[in-house]
T-cell receptor
Framework: KNQVEQSPQSLIILEGKNCTLQ??????????LRWYKQDTGRGPVSLTI?????NTKSNGRYTATLDADTKQSSLHITASQLSDSASYIC?????????????FGKGTKLSVKP | SQTIHQWPATLVQPVGSPLSLECTVE??????LYWYRQAAGRGLQLLFY??????ISSEVPQNLSASRPQDRQFILSSKKLLLSDSGFYLC???????????FGQGTRLTVV
C-alpha cells in the first residue's frame, strides 16, 4: 500500500535553532515529492518539490533532501523564526491508484518559541 | 493566474441542518478537484475527488456528498449534519498534468 510517513509528529524548538523533519514513503512508481507548509487555520502552500534526480534543493532557510534509494526525504530549517511555526506536510503523487493521485503524510507540527 | 476560492471561512451549524460548501477555481481548465477534512491535530483526510464534470470518487463512507456541476466548481454537501462533521474543510485543485495541489483557505465548520 502506498503510504507517506512523517516524523516527528510534533516538535518544539527555540527561535534561532535549526531542525530537521523527516518523510518516508513507499509510493511506487515514484516521480516527485513535495513539502507543504500549513499555517494554523489556512490551506497548505507548497515549499519545494524534489524530483527523482534531485538530492538537495534550497529555498531560503529551507533545505530539502531526497534519497530515492531509501525512499526518504528531509526538510531542514536553518535559523528558525517564529513565523516558521506551522505544520509541514510531505506529499507524494500516486499514479494509477486511488486518493486522487496525491498521498499526504500526516504532517509535523513545528512550534518555534522565543 | 490560477486561483481557488472557498467559502464560507467559518460556519456554525446546528445538528441535523443541511450543509453546502462551495469551491471555485479560476485560470485553469479540467482540473482535478479535491475535498479534504482536517480534524484538530490530525492530517488531511481525503473525502472526495473529481477528475471531471459529474465524476465524483468517494474515499470515506460518511454523511457527506460532493457534486461537480461545472468544470471549475466543486460542492460539498450534507442533508443532516452530525456533531462528528465538525472540522476544517479544505478544497484543492491540481492541473491534470502536474503534481502540485493548490488549496483554498479552508472552512472551519462547527456543528453544535
Amino acid at each position: 500500500k502506498n503510504q507517506v510517513e512523517q516524523s516527528p509528529q510534533s516538535l518544539i524548538i527555540l527561535e534561532g535553532k535549526n531542525c530537521t523533519l523527516q518523510c518516508n514513503y513507499t509510493v511506487s512508481p515514484f516521480s516527485n515529492l513535495r513539502w507543504y507548509k500549513q499555517d494554523t487555520g489556512r490551506g497548505p502552500v507548497s515549499l519545494t518539490i524534489m524530483t527523482f534526480s534531485e538530492n538537495t534543493k534550497s529555498n531560503g532557510r529551507y533545505t530539502a533532501t531526497l534519497d530515492a534509494d531509501t525512499k526518504q526525504s528531509s526538510l531542514h530549517i536553518t535559523a528558525s523564526q517564529l513565523s516558521d511555526s506551522a505544520s509541514y506536510i510531505c506529499v507524494v503523487p500516486e499514479f494509477g491508484g486511488s486518493q486522487g493521485n496525491l498521498i499526504f503524510g500526516k504532517g509535523t507540527k513545528l512550534s518555534v518559541k522565543p | 493566474s490560477q486561483t481557488i476560492h472557498q467559502w464560507p471561512a467559518t460556519l456554525v451549524q446546528p445538528v441535523g441542518s443541511p450543509l453546502s460548501l462551495e469551491c471555485t477555481v479560476e485560470g485553469t481548465s479540467n482540473p482535478n478537484l479535491y475535498w479534504y477534512r482536517q480534524a484538530a491535530g490530525r492530517g488531511l483526510q481525503l473525502l472526495f475527488y473529481s477528475v471531471g464534470i459529474g465524476q465524483i470518487s468517494s474515499e470515506v463512507p460518511q454523511n457527506l456528498s460532493a457534486s461537480r456541476p461545472q468544470d471549475r466548481q466543486f460542492i460539498l454537501s450534507s442533508k443532516k449534519l452530525l456533531l462528528s462533521d465538525s472540522g476544517f474543510y479544505l478544497c484543492a485543485y491540481k492541473g491534470p498534468l502536474n503534481t502540485e495541489a493548490f488549496f483554498g483557505q479552508g472552512t472551519r465548520l462547527t456543528v453544535v
